[in-house]
């Protein structure tokens, strides 16, 4: 996930940032809404965490201009104001969700999920991948896969520890029509070594592969 967090608090954006990170997320920052106009004028990101409160543009400012200029992004609004009537003017004004300082950080990471769809995303170390939308990223650097590729990480994450055969990964991934032989999967994993790492799969001789036996 791509992130863009518009926040002035220099303690709030390093708190933020870091557990986003932790969660695998690419984090951007920005101090004012201004500079998160011009952010996405020039870059596209899945999330923006808008703080209401803020020089040279407020956040309200800044999501109706999110919105006036159809950028296609979430918003998630941050603000110390507690009264109702400031929720209201968040939401009605374009916020996709709303939330209260101080806030409890695993909420808050929760919704930050919850709006990017995130709850199905699957995760080995600093490998993430999106069923959803066909994305691989590490350390939160996009990869590009081709459609073997991320199908056999796909077989990969959701069996983790299992020692998966040649076999096996012929027919979840090309199919049981396939007519070529077991050698295609050696070829496509040595591809896809090349591009996640080469100690995210390991091999296991006379038996297949394995992703998360650290020890195999």
């Not at 020039?42 to 808008?50: C, P, Y």
């Not at 400031?86 to 999920?113: H, M, Q, S």
Request: glycine share 6%; charged share 30%.
């Amino acid at each position: 996930m791509k992130l863009l967090i518009a926040e002035d608090d220099p303690d709030m954006q390093k708190i933020l940032k870091l557990y986003l990170q932790r969660e695998g997320c690419q984090v951007n920052i920005v101090d004012n809404g201004r500079a998160a106009i011009d952010f996405l004028s020039e870059d596209q990101v899945d999330l923006v965490i808008l703080d209401w409160m803020m020089p040279v543009q407020d956040g309200i400012q800044t999501l109706k201009e999110i919105r006036l200029l159809n950028f296609p992004v979430k918003v998630l609004m941050l603000t110390a104001k507690g009264e109702i009537e400031n929720e209201i003017t968040g939401l009605t004004c374009g916020a996709d969700d709303y939330l209260r300082k101080p806030f409890d950080i695993e909420v808050f990471l929760l919704r930050v999920k919850k709006l990017c769809r995130a709850e199905n995303i699957m995760k080995y170390r600093e490998l993430l991948l999106n069923p959803a939308t066909m994305e691989v990223s590490k350390n939160g650097q996009r990869l590009t896969l081709t459609k073997t590729e991320f199908e056999l990480l796909h077989c990969f994450l959701g069996n983790l520890k299992t020692v998966l055969s040649r076999e096996w990964l012929l027919n979840h991934v090309w199919g049981m029509d396939f007519e070529g032989d077991s050698r295609t999967v050696d070829t496509n994993i040595r591809r896809l070594r090349k591009k996640i790492g080469e100690d995210y799969i390991r091999t296991r001789v006379g038996m297949g592969y394995v992703m998360g036996e650290e020890n195999a």
